[in-house]
């Protein structure tokens, strides 16, 4: 039976994962660095979003953070106990208190951010006792996935940014002659 309850789970994570990355892929859809979150409780999506910096101009337009406030509305509290977070890429510094103050009982993330991961790679805030609240972590869910869609957006803009540069060069060239 124990292996049947970690079978339930772990396909229950990656659906809920698969969920976060359709929303992910509508970031990249506007643009935006293609992360998503979506947020459960009792099994059930009650919010989900995905980053939006870029066209609200905005420091803290997060996908975590955006799931997270949406979250509260709809469930007419702060406290988003017993619920579970869904994210395509660890959580930054910002996110990850936004987790321990909204009481968030566990985050699954897809991709570890060696930049800025605070669920683990970076330094781990989820379970820092200091805090007065924990936070189960559960990663690499659909890792593989999570990290290509990052990885193919960069190498997007690495690539435009390297042809406008041979552009610019050719044109500079021509008015040379």
């Known amino acids: 039976m124990g292996d049947n309850l970690i079978n339930i789970v772990e396909s229950q994570d990656e659906f809920f994962m698969k969920e976060a990355i359709k929303e992910a892929k509508k970031a990249e859809d506007l643009n935006e660095v293609p992360i998503g979150a979506v947020l459960v409780m009792k099994g059930e999506i009650i919010s989900r979003a995905?980053?939006?910096?870029?066209?609200?101009?905005?420091?803290?337009?997060?996908?975590?953070?955006?799931?997270?406030?949406?979250?509260?509305?709809?469930?007419?509290?702060?406290?988003?106990?017993?619920?579970?977070?869904?994210?395509?890429?660890?959580?930054?510094?910002?996110?990850?208190?936004?987790?321990?103050?909204?009481?968030?009982?566990?985050?699954v993330y897809g991709a570890s951010d060696p930049k800025g991961g605070c669920a683990g790679t970076l330094m781990n805030l989820l379970h820092d006792e200091r805090f007065n609240h924990q936070c189960d972590v559960?990663?690499?869910?659909?890792?593989?996935?999570?990290?290509?869609?990052?990885?193919?957006?960069?190498?997007?803009?690495?690539?435009?940014?390297?042809?406008?540069?041979?552009l610019k060069n050719n044109q500079t060239f021509k008015d040379l002659q």
């Open 50 to 107: 995905h980053n939006l910096r870029e066209l609200e101009q905005s420091a803290i337009a997060h996908a975590e953070l955006l799931a997270i406030d949406q979250a509260c509305r709809q469930s007419g509290s702060w406290r988003l106990e017993n619920s579970t977070l869904y994210v395509t890429l660890e959580p930054c510094p910002m996110c990850a208190g936004a987790i321990i103050l909204s009481r968030v009982k566990r985050v």
């Open 138 to 166: 559960t990663k690499g869910v659909l890792e593989e996935e999570c990290g290509q869609l990052l990885s193919a957006f960069f190498r997007s803009i690495r690539d435009r940014k390297k042809l406008e540069k041979q």
